[in-house]
């Protein structure tokens, strides 16, 4: 018997546009600087706010975006130096601001996680995955978080059993979660080959 993969908990993701606000908060990583360049290509809603720009990556990939003095530029190379200046920037925020976030599932997990720590409201935050379709996944057993999960199906190392990713979403982990597959499951090798 085959364990049912689809949950409502799913993250939904749209196409990033400018809304009305006292400050736009852009970040990114490498995976999402195609949606924050088609961003920052559309205009502005006027009478908007401050902005600034927060990425994830190295200066060879961030050479179209605007560094003009009225915007905010910082460029951070690991994630450790990104959070704490995304977190001190989300610390500062005025009441109607907004977060424009796009890149990887793991990085949007990340920056919401960042987000829900500081208190800002979910609606604040508006999200577009980009790049490959791989998870961060938990197995339920060990409580492992795995990165950059690519099929349905994996094996737990550290457990040594069969996964199945569910499309559960836990936000307090901000991991998808993976459950025991029964080795006589004869989805097995298709699960194993299904892309996220």
Same mark, same amino acid.
């Given at each position: 018997?085959?364990?049912?993969?689809?949950?409502?908990?799913?993250?939904?993701? *749209?196409? /990033?546009?400018?809304? &009305?606000?006292?400050?736009?908060?852009?970040?990114? #990583? =490498? $995976? +999402?600087?195609?949606?924050?360049?088609?961003?920052?290509?559309?205009?502005?809603?006027?009478?908007?706010?401050?902005?600034?720009?927060?990425?994830?990556?190295?200066?060879?990939?961030? *050479?179209? /975006?605007?560094?003009? &003095?009225?915007?905010?530029?910082?460029?951070?190379? #690991? =994630? $450790? +130096?990104?959070?704490?200046?995304?977190?001190?920037?989300?610390?500062?925020?005025?009441?109607?601001?907004?977060?424009?976030?796009?890149?990887?599932?793991?990085?949007?997990?990340?920056?919401?996680? /960042?987000?829900?720590?500081?208190?800002?409201?979910?609606?604040?935050?508006?999200? =577009?995955?980009?790049?490959?379709?791989?998870?961060?996944?938990?197995?339920?057993?060990?409580?492992?978080?795995?990165?950059?999960?690519?099929?349905?199906?994996?094996?737990?190392?550290?457990?040594?059993?069969? /996964?199945?990713?569910?499309?559960?979403?836990?936000?307090?982990?901000?991991?998808?979660?993976?459950?025991?597959?029964?080795?006589?499951?004869?989805?097995?090798?298709?699960?194993?080959?299904?892309?996220?």
């Amino acid at each position: 018997m085959t364990i049912g993969i689809d949950s409502s908990s799913k993250p939904a993701y *749209g196409t /990033l546009a400018w809304r &009305p606000a006292r400050q736009h908060v852009v970040v990114s #990583d =490498e $995976a +999402g600087l195609v949606a924050i360049e088609r961003l920052l290509a559309t205009p502005c809603p006027t009478g908007s706010g401050s902005m600034c720009i927060h990425v994830l990556g190295r200066e060879s990939r961030t *050479g179209f /975006l605007p560094k003009a &003095p009225e915007t905010g530029f910082e460029l951070h190379a #690991d =994630e $450790a +130096g990104f959070s704490g200046a995304l977190s001190a920037r989300m610390d500062a925020l005025p009441a109607a601001a907004r977060l424009y976030v796009a890149g990887s599932e793991s990085f949007l997990s990340l920056v919401r996680r /960042l987000a829900r720590d500081r208190g800002l409201a979910e609606d604040v935050m508006l999200a =577009e995955r980009a790049g490959a379709g791989a998870r961060r996944a938990q197995c339920v057993h060990c409580k492992t978080v795995y990165e950059g999960i690519a099929h349905r199906a994996f094996d737990c190392p550290r457990c040594g059993v069969t /996964l199945v990713v569910r499309d559960h979403y836990s936000r307090r982990i901000g991991a998808y979660q993976a459950v025991v597959l029964h080795p006589s499951d004869p989805n097995i090798s298709a699960l194993r080959q299904e892309a996220l």
